[in-house]
């Protein structure tokens, strides 16, 4: 059974930092893709970022390229992603979620965790 448990999330005003992390139960954790997806009120559930397994190669969402960065430590089961820049439009509930392979599309993701609150004030 696979966990995965986010923290880090906050109350910050615009241009201020954050950074989430997700630790995740369950093995190998270094052979799957990871994601962090977010969910504003009222709106769909968005993709934000992925990573590779040995973090090769990552993806962004546009609105938040060159001021997030996901990143990952196997050794400690655990991905992150920093966000810096905060603008009140990055208000949400960030989900990080696991992929079904080594790389996936939006839509291949199979285990999420229970997502953290991330309020933006401006």
């Known amino acids: 059974q696979v966990q995965l448990v986010e923290s880090g999330g906050g109350l910050v005003q615009a241009g201020g930092s954050l950074r989430l992390s997700c630790a995740a139960s369950g093995r190998p954790f270094g052979t799957y893709a990871m994601g962090w997806f977010r969910q504003a009120p009222g709106k769909e559930r968005e993709f934000v970022a992925a990573?590779?397994?040995?973090?090769?190669?990552?993806s962004y969402a546009d609105a938040v390229k060159g001021r997030f960065t996901i990143s990952r430590d196997n050794a400690k089961n655990t991905v992150y992603l920093q966000m810096n820049s905060l603008k009140p439009e990055d208000t949400a509930v960030y989900y990080c979620?696991?992929?079904?392979?080594?790389?996936?599309?939006?839509?291949?993701?199979?285990?999420w965790g229970q997502g953290t609150q991330v309020t933006v004030s401006s």
């Open positions: 979620a696991r992929g079904r392979r080594s790389w996936v599309t939006e839509d291949e993701y199979d285990y």
């Open positions: 990573i590779s397994p040995f973090g090769g190669s990552t």
